[in-house]
C-alpha cells in the first residue's frame, strides 16, 4: 500500500514527547513490512540540522493561498530506510525557531497559521506530485485539517489524492482552538464555518475537523477510545467523538525494540537482559551518581521522566513531598514545562539535594538512563491516551506505578491485585491514593523474591510494535 503519514513530531528529527516515538516507529514499521510510505513534518530548525536532512533534495518551491495573501515554501525530502521517504515542509518565517509550539512561557501566536500553512502544503505537495495514496494518516490537531482539504480538492478539481483518511487522536485536550477570523486563513466554503463544520462556541477547532471529515478515527488505546467519548476526558469534544461512535477504535502503541531495549541500547553505560541483571545495577549506579546521590544507597530509588504538565500528575506527587522526603527512598526526575511545576519540584530538591533530584531539561540519554536506572518508575496521571513510559519500564525491569486511566490502564496489572500476573502499582488519579501506592512500592522493594518476580513478569511482556501496526494494516484493510 502507499501510505503518507502527517504529523508535527517525529522521532529522531523533532520530539517534545510520546507523538514522535509512535508516528517514527509506526512509519518505520509499516515501511519495514513493505508499504511505500511518505512521511511528512515540518521543517523545524532542529530537524535541518539533523544528518540524515543534511542532504536532503530540495524538490519543489510552493505558493500556499492564506485567506488573501500566497505564502512561499519549498519541500525537502530524503530516505532515511529502504520504503521510507521522509518530506520536511520548510518555511523560515514559520519554522526556523528553537521549539516547535511555543517559547516556554506561552504557545507562538501564529500557531493557527503555522499549522495550517502545513496541511495546506502537505496537500499541495501531494497534488503536484501526483501523490495517489491509499492511505493519508494524519495525527493530531496540527494536521487535523488534512482530511477536509483533501476533500475539498476532490471537490473543486476532480482529484482524488487518496483514496481513504484516518485521523489518529494523541490527546484530545490539545485541539487546535483559535479565533473566528482564523477561518479565512483557510479558504474553506463559509459553510464549513458551523457547528457540523470546524466551529466550536464562535472559535475555529481544528481537531474537531479531524474527527468529523476523516474517514476512520483512531486513537492510541482501547480504554481511551472509550473515555473520550465520556464529558470527565472528551475536553468539551465528547458529544463530538460519539458522533463518529461506530468508527472510533484504540489502537495501543508499542515499543520499537531497535531504541528502547536494555540489551542492545546505546545510551546506557551497560547493558542487560532480563536472563542477567548485572548491568541494571550499573545503571542504576550511574543513576545515583549523575543524580549526585551517594553511591551505596541500597533503598529504593523512583524515577519520573515527563512533560511537566497537569495532565502528569506531577500535583500528586508534590502533595506527597514528605513521603520523598522522609522515606528511606530516592526521587529522580527529569522533566521541563509547566513553570509553577518547575519551580515547586526544584524547590522540593533543594530541601534534599542528597535524596531528591530534578533534571529541568529535554535529556534523551538521561531518559533512558533513569528507566533503566530507577526500581520505581512514578507516572500517576489524571487522563493518560496511551502512555509510553509504562511500557518502556517493564521493557527495562523497572516497576510502574501508575493511575488507573487509559493506555494506563490498559498496559499494567495491579501486583497486589493480581500476584501471579501483575507487573505494576496502580492507584486512582489522586494524591491519597498514589501515597498508598508509594507505601506498597516500599514493601514490594523490602521483599526481593516477589520484586524480581513482577519484574520479570514486565520484562517478559510482548508491547513490540510488529503487533501495534498491524492493527494500523487491518484497519487500512478493512476502510478500503
Ligand atoms: P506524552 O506523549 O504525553 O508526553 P508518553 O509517555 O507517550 O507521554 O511519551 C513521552 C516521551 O517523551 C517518552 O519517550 C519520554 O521518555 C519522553 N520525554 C518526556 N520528557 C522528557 C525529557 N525531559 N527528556 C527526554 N525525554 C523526555
Ligand atoms: C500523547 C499522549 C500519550 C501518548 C502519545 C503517543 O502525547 O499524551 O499518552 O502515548 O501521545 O501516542
Given at each position: 500500500?502507499?501510505?503518507?503519514?502527517?504529523?508535527?513530531?517525529?522521532?529522531?528529527?523533532?520530539?517534545?514527547?510520546?507523538?514522535?516515538?509512535?508516528?517514527?516507529?509506526?512509519?518505520?514499521?509499516?515501511?519495514?513490512?513493505?508499504?511505500?510510505?511518505?512521511?511528512?513534518?515540518?521543517?523545524?530548525?532542529?530537524?535541518?540540522?539533523?544528518?540524515?536532512?543534511?542532504?536532503?533534495?530540495?524538490?519543489?518551491?510552493?505558493?500556499?493561498?492564506?485567506?488573501?495573501?500566497?505564502?512561499?515554501?519549498?519541500?525537502?525530502?530524503?530516505?532515511?530506510?529502504?520504503?521510507?521517504?521522509?518530506?520536511?515542509?520548510?518555511?523560515?518565517?514559520f519554522y526556523d525557531r528553537s521549539a516547535?509550539?511555543?517559547?516556554?512561557?506561552?504557545?507562538?501566536?501564529?500557531?493557527?497559521?503555522?499549522?495550517?500553512?502545513?496541511?495546506?502544503?502537505?496537500?499541495?505537495?501531494?497534488?503536484?506530485?501526483?501523490?495517489?495514496?491509499?492511505?493519508?494518516?494524519?495525527?493530531?490537531?496540527?494536521?487535523?485539517?488534512?482530511?477536509?482539504?483533501?476533500?475539498?480538492?476532490?471537490?473543486?478539481?476532480?482529484?482524488?489524492?487518496?483514496?481513504?483518511?484516518?485521523?489518529?487522536?494523541?490527546n484530545i485536550a490539545y485541539q487546535g482552538?483559535?479565533?473566528?477570523?482564523?477561518?479565512?486563513?483557510?479558504?474553506?466554503?463559509?459553510?464549513?464555518?458551523?457547528?457540523?463544520?470546524?466551529?466550536?462556541?464562535?472559535?475555529?477547532?481544528?481537531?474537531?475537523?479531524?474527527?468529523?471529515?476523516?474517514?476512520?478515527?483512531?486513537?492510541?488505546?482501547?480504554?481511551?477510545?472509550?473515555?473520550?467519548?465520556?464529558?470527565?476526558?472528551?475536553?468539551?469534544?465528547?458529544?463530538?467523538?460519539?458522533?463518529?461512535?461506530?468508527?472510533?477504535?484504540?489502537?495501543?502503541?508499542?515499543?520499537?525494540?531497535?531504541?528502547?531495549?536494555?540489551?542492545?541500547?546505546?545510551?546506557?553505560?551497560?547493558?542487560?537482559?532480563?536472563?542477567?541483571?548485572?548491568?541494571?545495577?550499573?545503571?542504576?549506579?550511574?543513576?545515583?551518581?549523575?543524580?549526585?546521590?551517594?553511591?551505596?544507597?541500597?533503598?529504593?530509588?523512583?524515577?519520573?521522566?515527563?512533560?511537566?504538565?497537569?495532565?502528569?500528575?506531577?500535583?500528586?506527587?508534590?502533595?506527597?513531598?514528605?513521603?520523598?522526603?522522609?522515606?528511606?527512598?530516592?526521587?529522580?526526575?527529569?522533566?521541563?514545562?509547566?513553570?509553577?511545576?518547575?519551580?515547586?519540584?526544584?524547590?522540593?530538591?533543594?530541601?534534599?539535594?542528597?535524596?531528591?533530584?530534578?533534571?529541568?531539561?529535554?535529556?534523551?540519554?538521561?531518559?533512558?538512563?533513569?528507566?533503566?536506572?530507577?526500581?520505581?518508575?512514578?507516572?500517576?496521571?489524571?487522563?493518560?491516551?496511551?502512555?509510553?513510559?509504562?511500557?518502556?519500564?517493564?521493557?527495562?525491569?523497572?516497576?510502574?506505578?501508575?493511575?488507573?486511566?487509559?493506555?494506563?490502564?490498559?498496559?499494567?496489572?495491579?501486583?497486589?491485585?493480581?500476584?501471579?500476573?501483575?507487573?505494576?502499582?496502580?492507584?486512582?488519579?489522586?494524591?491519597?491514593?498514589?501515597?498508598?501506592?508509594?507505601?506498597?512500592?516500599?514493601?514490594?522493594?523490602?521483599?526481593?523474591?516477589?520484586?524480581?518476580?513482577?519484574?520479570?513478569?514486565?520484562?517478559?511482556?510482548?508491547?513490540?510494535?510488529?503487533?501495534?501496526?498491524k492493527g494500523y494494516e487491518r484497519l487500512?484493510?478493512?476502510?478500503?
Open positions: 500500500m502507499k501510505i503518507v503519514q502527517v504529523a508535527s513530531e517525529l522521532y529522531p528529527y523533532l520530539k517534545t514527547g510520546g507523538l514522535a516515538d509512535a508516528v517514527g516507529a509506526l512509519t518505520t514499521a509499516l515501511a519495514d513490512d513493505g508499504h511505500e510510505v511518505a512521511v511528512f513534518l515540518p521543517g523545524y530548525r532542529r530537524a535541518l540540522e539533523h544528518q540524515d536532512a543534511l542532504g536532503a533534495e530540495r524538490s519543489l518551491r510552493l505558493k500556499i493561498e492564506m485567506g488573501d495573501q500566497f505564502l512561499s515554501g519549498d519541500v525537502r525530502v530524503f530516505s532515511p530506510r529502504k520504503n521510507l521517504r521522509v518530506y520536511f515542509i520548510c518555511r523560515e518565517e516547535p509550539y511555543g517559547n516556554g512561557e506561552r504557545d507562538y501566536e501564529d500557531n493557527a497559521d503555522r499549522f495550517i500553512f502545513f496541511s495546506k502544503a502537505v496537500v499541495e505537495t501531494l497534488r503536484l506530485g501526483n501523490f495517489q495514496a491509499d492511505f493519508v494518516h494524519c495525527h493530531d490537531w496540527q494536521a487535523a485539517l488534512v482530511p477536509l482539504l483533501l476533500r475539498e480538492v476532490e471537490r473543486n478539481r476532480g482529484v482524488t489524492l487518496a483514496l481513504k483518511t484516518i485521523f489518529t487522536i494523541h482552538l483559535f479565533p473566528a477570523k482564523t477561518f479565512g486563513r483557510t479558504n474553506l466554503p463559509d459553510e464549513l464555518f458551523h457547528i457540523d463544520g470546524l466551529e466550536y462556541y464562535s472559535q475555529i477547532n481544528l481537531m474537531k475537523g479531524g474527527i468529523l471529515f476523516a474517514d476512520r478515527v483512531t486513537t492510541v488505546s482501547p480504554r481511551y477510545a472509550k473515555e473520550i467519548q465520556t464529558p470527565e476526558f472528551g475536553c468539551g469534544l465528547d458529544g463530538v467523538v460519539q458522533t463518529r461512535a461506530d468508527d472510533i477504535v484504540g489502537l495501543l502503541n508499542g515499543v520499537d525494540h531497535s531504541i528502547w531495549n536494555p540489551a542492545v541500547d546505546p545510551l546506557l553505560p551497560v547493558r542487560y537482559s532480563s536472563a542477567n541483571l548485572a548491568g541494571k545495577q550499573a545503571c542504576r549506579a550511574e543513576l545515583l551518581k549523575r543524580s549526585g546521590f551517594a553511591a551505596d544507597f541500597r533503598g529504593p530509588i523512583f524515577g519520573m521522566v515527563c512533560r511537566l504538565t497537569e495532565q502528569k500528575g506531577v500535583d500528586f506527587v508534590l502533595t506527597n513531598r514528605d513521603f520523598f522526603l522522609t522515606q528511606n527512598c530516592r526521587l529522580v526526575v527529569l522533566g521541563s514545562g509547566d513553570k509553577r511545576l518547575e519551580q515547586e519540584l526544584r524547590d522540593l530538591a533543594a530541601k534534599a539535594p542528597q535524596k531528591i533530584s530534578l533534571s529541568a531539561r529535554l535529556d534523551e540519554a538521561m531518559s533512558h538512563l533513569i528507566e533503566a536506572g530507577a526500581d520505581f518508575f512514578v507516572m500517576p496521571s489524571i487522563f493518560e491516551p496511551c502512555g509510553l513510559n509504562q511500557m518502556y519500564s517493564q521493557v527495562y525491569g523497572t516497576i510502574p506505578i501508575v493511575t488507573r486511566v487509559g493506555g494506563l490502564a490498559d498496559t499494567v496489572t495491579d501486583i497486589d491485585r493480581e500476584p501471579n500476573t501483575g507487573t505494576g502499582l496502580m492507584c486512582e488519579p489522586n494524591a491519597a491514593s498514589l501515597r498508598d501506592a508509594l507505601q506498597r512500592a516500599l514493601l514490594l522493594f523490602a521483599n526481593p523474591a516477589r520484586y524480581s518476580a513482577a519484574q520479570q513478569r514486565g520484562m517478559a511482556r510482548d508491547f513490540s510494535w510488529k503487533l501495534a501496526a487500512y484493510q478493512e476502510a478500503l
